[in-house]
């Protein structure tokens, strides 16, 4: 549980986010707590959607009261140590929040849903175990091969986008783990898309494309 008083002088810590932070009464930061995470930092709500407007607004609001400066004259050293401690995970708190893919990977690890190997999609990886075996074979006809191939990953990255914005959706609304599942197996498929197309990129490039 987070501290319910300062460690400095032991005056009742005030429950908004941005004060529990730093004692209100002699201006203290205080330490990170094992219940705290990247939302409560900012005081966020646990969700896909943010306000990015407000994140930045809040991001700003503890970073001026935090901003180890205001503690370089402190007699006592821990002041600006657990200042920098906070001010290192506020930063980073947010730079994922306010980034989609990195909010997602947080947001999935937070549930103890940890990211695995890419899935392959058998469909598409033979159908580019074929491309790669034409344009062997029939050099003169690369052109057509190829960009088949990448209009349809095109539209299959297209729409796996389109249902992961659905299920985040449906998190938002109703937060269950079965829902974040669903959302880890298409980002691991989205893996998957995004290594075929950096493959093809480098494919296009040695064939002159």
Not at 51 to 68: A, N, Q, T
Request: one cysteine or more; hydrophobic letters at 35%; proline letters at 5%.
């Amino acid at each position: 549980m987070k501290a319910q008083s300062c460690i400095f002088c032991k005056s009742p810590l005030e429950s908004s986010f941005a004060l529990g932070q730093v004692c209100e009464k002699c201006e203290s930061p205080q330490p990170l707590a094992p219940s705290e995470n990247y939302f409560t930092l900012l005081g966020a709500e646990e969700k896909f959607k943010q306000d990015l407007p407000s994140l930045e607004k809040r991001f700003y609001e503890v970073s001026r009261i935090l901003h180890p400066d205001r503690f370089s004259n402190s007699e006592d050293s821990k002041k600006k140590d657990i200042a920098l401690s906070r001010m290192s995970e506020l930063n980073q708190a947010y730079q994922t929040l306010k980034t989609p893919t990195l909010l997602r990977e947080y947001l999935l690890k937070l549930h103890g849903i940890q990211n695995e190997k890419p899935a392959v999609p058998t469909e598409f990886a033979e159908e580019w175990f074929q491309v790669q075996e034409q344009v062997m074979d029939e050099p003169e006809e690369a052109l057509a091969h190829v960009g088949a191939f990448e209009g349809k990953l095109h539209l299959a990255r297209k729409d796996l986008e389109t249902q992961l914005k659905e299920l985040e959706e449906l998190f938002d609304t109703r937060g269950d783990r079965s829902t974040l599942e669903k959302i880890q197996k298409l980002g691991l498929q989205g893996q998957y898309f995004q290594s075929m197309k950096r493959d093809l990129d480098r494919l296009k490039l040695r064939l002159g494309l």
